[in-house]
């Protein structure tokens, strides 16, 4: 079975400063990573993924990515938060091969505070 | 780009009232599937479809009918809706190459309370 786990409700920021958005997973494969943004009343969209051999993902809005196979964490970071960064961030992960079945598994969600 | 289409964007129902919610898709995917996100949950899988005449169940299935005649449409029919059925739908969408690791689209939710 697969899971991930997003630590904190909330994340609270000041703009201008850095933020760090935790995730951690568990699979019995490698994994297949993804962040994902939802603003309110919204559909989800897609910020980045991981992709093999590439530890520090980058994606889109200024947001990447850290993936720590040991410890089996892929946190969503940007050097410079914006109010409008505000929303809720989804953590999700699937297994890689072709297999038939393999939908993707989100994290609880965290909900990103950008205070001016 | 249309991309993932759900309709309607919200409803209420009555326990008891049966409906079906809408999924389209523009991006000749093969892999479809239906979520309901609930507060402090997530998205949880209901229902996915890998390709037109195959469905298969997910997390939360109870409750919840699927079908997938095209490649395009991936309707989610509530047979007899309760009140735990309240919650915000999405269809999500994804062309699968094997390998690769391809990211989902989604569509923009719809909203159902069932009182």
């Known amino acids: 079975a697969q899971s991930v786990a997003q630590p904190e409700d909330q994340v609270n920021v000041a703009e201008g400063n850095p933020l760090t958005v935790k995730c951690t997973y568990s699979v019995s494969g490698n994994p297949y990573l993804f962040w994902y943004v939802q603003y309110p009343n919204r559909g989800l969209q897609f910020l980045l993924k991981y992709i093999t051999g590439d530890n520090l993902v980058k994606g889109s809005y200024g947001f990447e990515a850290e993936f720590n196979k040991s410890q089996t964490s892929f946190h969503l970071k940007k050097p410079s938060a914006l109010v409008s960064d505000s929303a809720l961030y989804f953590c999700?992960?699937?297994?890689?091969?072709?297999?038939?079945?393999?939908?993707?598994?989100f994290g609880g969600g965290t909900r990103l505070m950008v205070k001016p | 780009n249309a991309g993932v289409t759900q309709t309607p964007k919200f409803q209420v129902l009555k326990t008891g009232q049966s409906m079906t919610l809408q999924c389209a898709q523009d991006m000749n995917h093969e892999y479809m599937s239906w979520y309901r996100q609930d507060p402090g949950m997530g998205l949880r899988l209901i229902h996915y479809s890998v390709g037109a005449g195959i469905t298969d169940q997910g997390e939360v299935p109870n409750g919840y009918n699927v079908s997938r005649s095209t490649t395009e449409d991936f309707p989610l029919r509530l047979l007899s809706a309760a009140p735990s059925q309240t919650s915000v739908y999405f269809c999500?969408?994804?062309?699968?190459?094997?390998?690769?690791?391809?990211?989902?689209?989604f569509g923009q939710g719809t909203r159902l309370t069932v009182v």
């Open positions: 999500a969408s994804r062309q699968d190459r094997e390998g690769e690791n391809t990211e989902a689209f």
């Open positions: 999700a992960v699937r297994l890689w091969g072709h297999n038939a079945g393999n939908m993707l598994t």
